[in-house]
């Protein structure tokens, strides 16, 4: 595969260094991070056999990148749960459609909701300051990611049904029915 690790860089290293940050909350730790995730993507791009699987694997390697250093940080501690359920869900083929259909769903949502959850959640922007640029409390801007959590997860609920393990971790999924996310606004009008 003939990829350019160098427009890889330009499309996905704000969105992978915020990924990062959120994780271990030091900007030069994350810095670091995000120096050799790009290291190994540069060296094993080559390994990817399946361009539209970038994107899965470029996380995938940024949560081993992340994994190793909390290893290093405490070589007798484990995986955090989590982490090892990312991954997991990542290797999944059918689990990855969810994350390809997140996006549809975003632009199901209100104007407010898909800004604060695109700009929070994906983005990297603290929720003090989206409320500053926007002129919102912050209690307000916490309002509105948590009501575009809730809209978000009751579409994904009324799509599909859910496998979890014991920790609430998504294991496997199926669909339920197609096209069921506009039901949730047919639903709850108050929330347009």
């Not at 810095?31 to 694997?57: G, N």
């Not at 003090?128 to 575009?148: C, E, M």
């Amino acid at each position: 595969m003939e990829t350019d690790t160098s427009k890889i860089w330009v499309e996905f290293s704000h969105k992978i260094r915020a990924f990062i940050l959120k994780r271990v909350n030091d900007v030069a730790i994350a810095d670091d991070i995000l120096q050799e995730v790009f290291i190994k993507i540069h060296t094993k791009i080559a390994l990817l056999k399946d361009e539209t699987k970038l994107h899965s694997w470029i996380y995938q390697i940024t949560r081993n990148t992340i994994n190793d250093y909390f290893r290093k940080l405490n070589p007798s501690s484990t995986v955090v749960e989590n982490e090892i359920a990312e991954n997991i869900v990542d290797d999944n083929e059918s689990m990855n459609n969810i994350v390809k259909g997140l996006h549809d769903f975003m632009d199901k949502l209100p104007e407010k909701y898909c800004d604060v959850l695109c700009k929070t959640e994906f983005d990297g922007l603290s929720q003090l300051d989206y409320a500053k640029q926007n002129s919102l409390s912050i209690s307000g801007a916490k309002s509105r990611v948590q009501r575009g959590r809730k809209m978000i997860k009751d579409m994904l609920m009324k799509c599909c049904h859910f496998q979890f393990d014991k920790y609430g971790t998504i294991i496997d999924y199926h669909p339920v029915s197609c096209c069921c996310c506009q039901q949730y606004f047919e639903d709850h009008p108050e929330e347009k």
